[in-house]
Every structure is written in structure tokens, then in C-alpha cells.
């Protein structure tokens, strides 16, 4: 290969896309069925089919591809099983918007011709994302990407409910569920948002029955009193012990209530009464269990009052009732005060409608009998949190657990397999030629049944993901070999909605356990640790950072469909003055090594725009120390190695660093530190290989006096270090180092198809010699780098020779004396010699265990002259201190700035104070050598 062959600059974006080409093309991800090694699986979280990456998505691919690429290397049978999720809400309603845009419904379609469409918009629209992960360099399996509505897949969803209905675990019953009144189905509590609006708190009078007086009621919503069927106190609250059990008639109606004690009540809370309404809240649902309250749902599907409300209030919109209520209560002076009051409001992810707790007939889950299994396989360390601390939150949802309602009322999804006769009897079988014969057996003649028209929970085919995307119930070689699989990767928000849930139906159906570990992640937010919105205007979308975005594309993806114009032309200004010049191309390698450091377990993660330019400088740092050794290497290493002998300690040093870092970085993979894993082979790349053991080599590579055999054997170890430390960054990033590999890896006499099969290194532990080694070169860089510490301080050019005084015993001297060459050429030395006493004249110096060290500053520097810059650059400093203290101290300035700029204040702060306390330190020194010299 000649030098051109590899261009001077790297260019990120053709060569990822190209190289991922290659992969695929070649089968590279799929695993070797028949192979020798071990069988690794990992199950991706499926994403909606309606979704795009993001950095979520971005940062937990990245660390299932690193360990997916890491034991592929290890030479372990890997699959990483992919797919999408059918997304039941979110894609029907795409749909439905497209047919709105044509004038039209869902209902003018029919149920058949709108499951069409939905088909017909998956095929042609739903691949984004999964476009996406192949820019992230996801090594999925793609010829075994699977979706939730697949026939193999609803098959194993419609054998599941069956069974678990045959088992006495599935029934129909009505029971208070999360009520969408836009869409108007049930959805879950993930499914919902609550967030902190402006609202009121109405004090209600309600008459004691005997006229005697009355109880004051706070409410937030006093339309659904009309549906009141008790009035709550705290059984230890001394103001109305004496009135529970008596009972009060309720405003606006007909009916009296009884007054009940329960703990649920909180005494401090208005007047310590609250209404209980069982049918439309979940905690009076519970009070009303406890109590055997009645049920009075007073709402129609879309939220209007219904028959059980009082005349008057019949077909009312549910805020228009809220209206008339309050108006008809302080017209009978039952109204005894409205107050603002901040509260939580429960909205529809996909409508943004405000969710109504409703009384419907739905199909459910009973969860307990399953949650015991799941519970037990987390005791018994058949399951392991990685933190271990979401052990605690996953016992405390299940040890908690309710009934799940597993029904949903819309189109697109698995239809529930249940049929109902003409009393209502329910029939549920897999077949629905078999239904009609099971209904003629029961009622003796054929009869017309009726398909409930429900589907089911997207949650629920989820639930299976880890077994019936390889092939259950049929006893596949892929489920034989892959279940249960090695590790899940996932948010902590979803423990609870899927974790738990794959754990308890993988138990049920299969009799082992889904996964081994459990890997939580934390959030990714923006810099400032906000968690990252829309409306914040401070979301970052992976494939901007990857390929690159200009300032008007990037501002008009930030503000489009925003409903609210003064938000649009804030997040446009911020938008303009974070990117003037819009976000650079970084490349999927830099992303990736970017989510990997931040990767610390069990935190948020703050992502920073400066790590992933450091990065992006960290890629063409490696690039270009790959050209130095190719230039150097190709064409010069044919002749046969000279064996070890010829090494020098630079080169046997590298090398026992390279096995000291390839133990750090294989046990940070193997215990899910991904952080570590990125800190050790960076500083092994950058701040051993780069920085220093490349600066030791020129000199042995460019001196004409050097043997030969010394150049041999310093370019072997170049080209071995290189290719072996591409191995170990691989798994972070796959592109730069496939890319290099290629073309390192015959002359390094390990040539291959590719690096991503190439053996992982193999990890040994140092022997005491090359421990000796790396304590020695230590040490010789340890004097360097003091040397460089004391030039730097003093701004002495860094190409300036200088003359070194040492002051040292004999042990020292020898080793300074075995060194002489590589320290002259790394601290940029015109020579060195020993005195037995400090040197007259002004001198830098410096300590080292037995060293002291003295740069003479004679023809140097002038210190008098330096001083007095070094004090300029303080009284500097002084003045930009004072104005930023004077905003601090300002209590107007922290009242009306926002958080974000305050906190950028501080942090001006204490940079400028760090800077100070270092010039000040280094005028301290000078004076220091001022007074010696005299």
C-alpha cells in the first residue's frame, strides 16, 4: 500500500456508509449456527415502527453493538435480534391523519380496507428508523428483523392469550382504566403524561341530612360530585369523629351519602373531607373497594355526562358540566370559596386530551400469580440489575402489582381472539373455524357469533419479544440456542411496563427466565442537565450530529408544528445562537465513543457538544498516527523480525502498557463500565501510544545510526500495537478502525475479511519484568514531563533547547545516563551534567522522589519581564472576577435570569479563580528563583 492509499484528512460520512455496506452485503452480522463458540443474545427494545432515532435510541444501540461486536470478537455465536413494534395508538393515528388530509375516516374505510392501508403505509414509510440504526452502525441481524404483527409473531400472541385465559389468568370485567376521550380508548399509564397546570380548588357545602349543619368538601373537579358516593375523613381527625357514619345529602341531587373514615384522607388538605366518586379516580376506587361504595360512572365514551347525571346536566361536554355545577351550587350558596390551585393533569401522549378515569368493560391480566415467578427469579439471582439498585424498584411494582388491562379500543393491532354468543357467552380459541364448532357443540345448533371488536395492549405482543421473535412455540434451532437470552438493555422508565412483563410471560411459557442482566440506563439530557423537549427547543437528533445539519434546516426541524408562535421565535433565537453555523458533520464513530464515556451506571447523562468534537479530534488523531506508521512501515518490514533482543525499553514498555490496557479495558466490558471502557483505551491511543510512544520512536526510525535491526524491530511493534489497539477500540468505534484495520492488518501479518472477526486480544497478566519496564519508562516520562510542566509554566517555546542540571545520588545518575537519548529528544534537551550543589543564577526547578532538577534560565528568559506579564494577566483577570461577583451579588440578576445562566456565571467564577490561583503560583515561583539567585 503506498502513502496515498490512505488520504491525509478523514472524512467520516463516505467511508461509514460504505463500510457499512460491505458488512451487510457480506453477512458479517448474522451468527454462525453451526459454530464452535458460545451462543450471545441480545434483544433489541423494538422501537415503534412510526419512530425516529433518538438519543435515547442512539445511546442504548451503542452499548448493545459494543458488546454485541466485543463477543462476536471473542468468537461467541452472536445474534442481535431486531425489530419494530406495530405501535398500536401511535400508528393508527398517522393513518387516521393522512385520511382526515383526504377528507375521510376510518369508519368510510371499514375495518378491513383501513388494516390495509395501515399495511400499505408500513411498507412504504415505517423503515426510518430502522435506515437509522444502520447509520449508527448497528451490526443487527437484518435478515431476521421481525415486527410485532408478523404471521409467526400473531400466532404466538393469539397461543399466549388463549392459553392464559384456559389457565384462569385472562378475564373480562369492568374495572376503572387511564380513558383517552379523543381517542377514545383505554391506554396505559406510560401512555400518559401528567404535568403541572394552573387550576382550582372549589370548597363545596354538603348538607348534613338532619339539617344539623354541613361538611365544607374540596374538590379540583366538582362536575364529577354528581357521581359522589361518600364523604371521606381521617379516622384519627378529632374535628369529625363524631360524624362518620352519619350522612349528608348531595348537592344537586336526589341521593344522600354516607360519611366514612379512611387513612386515605389527608387531614392538612383543604378541610380535611374529600368526596369519593369510585367510578372516576383510581384512590377513590380503592376507598370505595374498601367501603363496598356504589359505582356511578357519570361519562359517555367522549367525556359528555351520561344517563346516571341529573337531567339537567345529560349530554354536557365534561367542562361545560363543571360550569353549570358551579353556577347551580352558588346559586343555592353551597359555594363556599374558589382558590388557584397548581395541580397535576393527566394527558394523552398522542391526543394531548386530559385523561378520564373510567368505569368500562375491558379485558385484563390477572397479574399476581405471575408476578410471583418473576419476583422470585430477581430473588434467586437467576435475573441481575446492573445497577443493582432497580432490583429495588422492579420488587416494589411487583410486590404491588395490579390487574393488567390488556384491551384496547382501536383497529390496528392483534385482534383479540374472542368471540361472544347470542346470551353473551364467551368463546376464546386460536382458530376461528373452531370457535364456530366449539359454539354448535355448547349450544346444540350452529349460531352467529360476534368478534369482540378489542385489540390488544401493544405491551402485550411485546411482552413475548425475547421468545416468539425466535420462532415459540415451535421448538426453533434459534430459540434452542438464543433463550434465554444474555442481556437486556433498556430505560428504567420501562422496568415495569416490559421488563417485568417479558420476565413473568418468559417464565410462564417457556420455563426460563428471558435474559440474565438487565442493563438500566439513565435519561439523556441536554449540557445543562434539562431533560431534552420539544418544547424546550433543546432536543439533539443523532443523525444531525452524524452527518451534519445548516443553521436554517436545523432551526426549521426545531420549530415546525409548533402550535404556539411566541415558543417558535424563542427556540429559533436560542436555536441561532447555540449553532450560528449550524452542527458540523461528527461522524457515527464519534457519537458513539461520545455515549460510551458518558455511560456511567445508574446516572443521567449530560450530553456535551464538546466531548463529541473531542472526539471527532480523537478519530483524526488515530488517522493520522495510522498514516505515520504505514509511511513508516510499508516496505520496510519485510525482512524477518530480529527478535526481541533488538527491542528497545520504548518499545517492550508499549507493549506491556498495550496488555495492561487490554485486562482494564476486557473486564470494564465484561462489567458493563462502558465509561471506563472508553477512558482506558482513549488515554492507551492518545495519551501512551500517540503521545509518547511515537515521539520515542521517530529517533529510532530517522537516525541514520541506528542499526537496522533496532528499525525493524521498532516498526513490528508499531504495526502490533496499532493493529491490536484497533481490535480493542472496534467495538466503540467500528468504522475508523474497520477502515484502518484493512489496511494494517497484512502488513501486521494478521490479515482477515474483516476486523469485526477478528480474534478479541487476549487478555494476560504482566509478568514481573515487564512490570520492571513500566515502572523504568514511567519513571523516564515522569522527568520529561516535569521538565515540559516547568517550559509550559515559564511560556518557553516548546522548540527551545535547554540545558538540564541535575542534583541526584549515583543510583540516579546511572539511570539519567541510561536514558540520556530519550529524554533529550522528549524534553528537547541540548544536554544535562550533575552538580553536588544548586546552580547560581536564576533557575527553574523541580522534585522527583531523589531528583531535584534545574533548568537555567540564563539567555532563556528574562523572569523580571515575565513578571510583570504574568502580573498585567492578573490585574486583567481582577476586573473581568469583579464583574461577574457584581451579577451574582445582584439578588435582581438570580430573580429574572434563568437557571442555565446563572449556573454559566458561576461556572465563569471559578475558572477565573482557577486561573488566578495558577498565575499566582507561578509569579510565586519566579520570586522564589528571583530570591535563590541572589
Known amino acids: 500500500m503506498s502513502e496515498s492509499e490512505l488520504p491525509k484528512t478523514y472524512h467520516p460520512s463516505g467511508v461509514e456508509k460504505d463500510l457499512y455496506r460491505f458488512w451487510e452485503a457480506s453477512g458479517f452480522f448474522a451468527p454462525d449456527m453451526n459454530g464452535p463458540g458460545s451462543p450471545y443474545c441480545i434483544m433489541i427494545p423494538p422501537p415503534n415502527v412510526t419512530g425516529s432515532l433518538h438519543m435515547g435510541h442512539a445511546f442504548q444501540d451503542t452499548i448493545m453493538d459494543a458488546l454485541v461486536r466485543y463477543h462476536r470478537m471473542k468468537g461467541d455465536r452472536t445474534l442481535w435480534q431486531t425489530g419494530t413494534d406495530h405501535a398500536g395508538i401511535a400508528t393508527q393515528m398517522v393513518v387516521e391523519r393522512q385520511l382526515e388530509a383526504e377528507g375521510k375516516s376510518r369508519h368510510d374505510l371499514g375495518r378491513e380496507a383501513f388494516e390495509k392501508r395501515i399495511w400499505q403505509w408500513k411498507e412504504s414509510s415505517g423503515g426510518t428508523i430502522v435506515q437509522q440504526l444502520r447509520r449508527m452502525g448497528a451490526s443487527c441481524d437484518w435478515d431476521r428483523e421481525r415486527f410485532t404483527m408478523d404471521r409467526e409473531l400473531s400466532h404466538a400472541v393469539t397461543d399466549v392469550f388463549v392459553q392464559l385465559y384456559e389457565d384462569g389468568l385472562i378475564y373480562r370485567g369492568k374495572r376503572l382504566v387511564n380513558w383517552d376521550p379523543i381517542l377514545r380508548t383505554a391506554v396505559s399509564d406510560l401512555e400518559v403524561l401528567s404535568e403541572k397546570e394552573a387550576g382550582h380548588l372549589w370548597h363545596v357545602r354538603y348538607p348534613l341530612e338532619d339539617g344539623s349543619g354541613h361538611l365544607v368538601v374540596a374538590t379540583t373537579r366538582p362536575e364529577t360530585m354528581l357521581g359522589d358516593t361518600a364523604v371521606a375523613v381521617h379516622p384519627e381527625d378529632a374535628r369529625y369523629a363524631a360524624l362518620v357514619g352519619r350522612r349528608v345529602v348531595l348537592p344537586l341531587t336526589q341521593r344522600t351519602i354516607p360519611i366514612i373514615a379512611d387513612t386515605y384522607v389527608d387531614p392538612e388538605f383543604g378541610t380535611g373531607c374529600v368526596k369519593i366518586t369510585p367510578a372516576h379516580d383510581f384512590n377513590d376506587y380503592a376507598v370505595g373497594e374498601r367501603h363496598q361504595l356504589a359505582l356511578i360512572n357519570l361519562f359517555a365514551e367522549d367525556a359528555t355526562l351520561n344517563d346516571n347525571a341529573p337531567e339537567g346536566y345529560r349530554g354536557l361536554d365534561r367542562y361545560e358540566a363543571r360550569k353549570k355545577v358551579v353556577d347551580a351550587l352558588e ?170 412483563r417479558m420476565v413473568m410471560m418468559g417464565l410462564e411459557f417457556t420455563g426460563e427466565v428471558p435474559f440474565r442482566d438487565v442493563y438500566i440506563t439513565g435519561l439523556i439530557r441536554d449540557g445543562e442537565g434539562n431533560k431534552m423537549s420539544k418544547s424546550k427547543g433543546n432536543i439533539l437528533d443523532p443523525l444531525d450530529l452524524i452527518d451534519g445539519i445548516d443553521l436554517e434546516s436545523l432551526v426549521a426541524k426545531r420549530t415546525r408544528d409548533m402550535m404556539q408562535p411566541h415558543l417558535a421565535l424563542r427556540i429559533e433565537k436560542a436555536t441561532r445562537k447555540e449553532f450560528p453555523q449550524g452542527i458540523p458533520a461528527y461522524g457515527a464513530d464519534a457519537l458513539r465513543f461520545t455515549m460510551a464515556s458518558l455511560a456511567t451506571q445508574g446516572r443521567d447523562i449530560k450530553f456535551d457538544l464538546g466531548r463529541i468534537e473531542g472526539y471527532r479530534n480523537f478519530c483524526n488523531k488515530l488517522w493520522n498516527a495510522s498514516r505515520f506508521v504505514l509511511m513508516n512501515t510499508e516496505g520496510k518490514i519485510n525482512a524477518p523480525h530480529p527478535g526481541d533482543c533488538f527491542m528497545s525499553l520504548g518499545d517492550r514498555w508499549i507493549l506491556a502498557k498495550l496488555k495492561r490496557t487490554t485486562g ?59 493493529e491490536e489497539s484497533l481490535r480493542l477500540l472496534h467495538p466503540l468505534m467500528p468504522f475508523i478502525t474497520e477502515e484502518l484495520w484493512q489496511r494494517v492488518s497484512s502488513l501486521a501479518g494478521c490479515p482477515g475479511k474483516t476486523i469485526m472477526l477478528a480474534p478479541w ?17 514511567d519513571w523516564v516520562i515522569s522527568v520529561v514531563t516535569m521538565v515540559r510542566t516547568l517550559r509550559a509554566e515559564l511560556d518557553i517555546p516548546p522548540g527551545k533547547p535547554l540545558r538540564m542540571v541535575v542534583m541526584a545520588g549515583d543510583d540516579v545518575i546511572c539511570r539519567l545516563e541510561k536514558h540520556t537519548r530519550i529524554l533529550s529528544v522528549l524534553a528537547r534537551l541540548e544536554g544535562w551534567s550533575r552538580v553536588w550543589e544548586a546552580p547560581e543564577g536564576e533557575s527553574a526547578t523541580g522534585v522527583l522522589e531523589d531528583l531535584r532538577l534545574f533548568i537555567p534560565l540564563t539567555g532563556v528568559m528574562d523572569i523580571g519581564s515575565e513578571m510583570v506579564r504574568l502580573t498585567k494577566s492578573l490585574e486583567k483577570l481582577e476586573k473581568e472576577l469583579e464583574t461577574v461577583e457584581k451579577k451574582l451579588n445582584n439578588p435582581s440578576f438570580l430573580s429574572r435570569a434563568k437557571p442555565d445562566v446563572v449556573e454559566k456565571e458561576r461556572g465563569k467564577q471559578v475558572e477565573i479563580r482557577e486561573k488566578q490561583n495558577g498565575l499566582r503560583e507561578a509569579l510565586g515561583r519566579m520570586e522564589t528563583m528571583r530570591s535563590v539567585s541572589r
Open 761 to 777: 486480544p487476549e487478555v494476560v497478566v504482566l509478568d514481573p519484568q515487564e512490570e520492571a519496564i513500566e515502572k523504568e519508562m
Open 331 to 500: 346559586a343555592l350558596g353551597l359555594l363556599a370559596g374558589i382558590e388557584p390551585h397548581e395541580l397535576m393533569v393527566p394527558r394523552g401522549d398522542r391526543s394531548r386530551a386530559v385523561i378520564e378515569p373510567l368505569l368500562t368493560d375491558q379485558w385484563f391480566v390477572k397479574a399476581g400469580p405471575l408476578a410471583e415467578k418473576a419476583i422470585e427469579a430477581v430473588e434467586d439471582g437467576r435475573i441481575r440489575f446492573v445497577p443493582a439498585n432497580w432490583s429495588k424498584t422492579y420488587f416494589e411494582w411487583m410486590r404491588n402489582i395490579q390487574d393488567w388491562c390488556i384491551s384496547r379500543q382501536i383497529w390496528w393491532g392483534h385482534r383479540i381472539p374472542a368471540w361472544y354468543g347470542p346470551d353473551g357467552h364467551i368463546f376464546v380459541c386460536n382458530c376461528e373455524e373452531t370457535v364456530y364448532e366449539l359454539a354448535a357443540e355448547h349450544y346444540g345448533e350452529p349460531v352467529t357469533l360476534q368478534r369482540d371488536q378489542d385489540v390488544l395492549d401493544t405491551w402485550f405482543s411485546s411482552a413475548l419479544w425475547p421468545f416468539s421473535t425466535l420462532g415459540w412455540p415451535e421448538q426453533t434451532p434459534e430459540l434452542r440456542a438464543f433463550y434465554p437470552t444474555n442481556v437486556l438493555v433498556t430505560g428504567f422508565d420501562i422496568i415495569f411496563f416490559w421488563v417485568a
Open 664 to 722: 482494564e479495558v476486557t473486564r470494564a466490558i465484561e462489567d458493563y463500565r462502558f465509561n471506563d471502557y472508553a477512558h482506558h483505551v482513549y488515554q492507551f491511543l492518545w495519551g501512551i501510544f500517540c503521545d509518547w510512544y511515537l515521539e520515542m520512536v521517530k529517533p529510532v526510525i530517522y537516525d541514520e545510526s541506528v542499526a537496522e535491526s533496532h528499525k525493524i524491530a521498532a516498526r513490528g511493534t508499531m504495526l502490533r500495537v496499532l
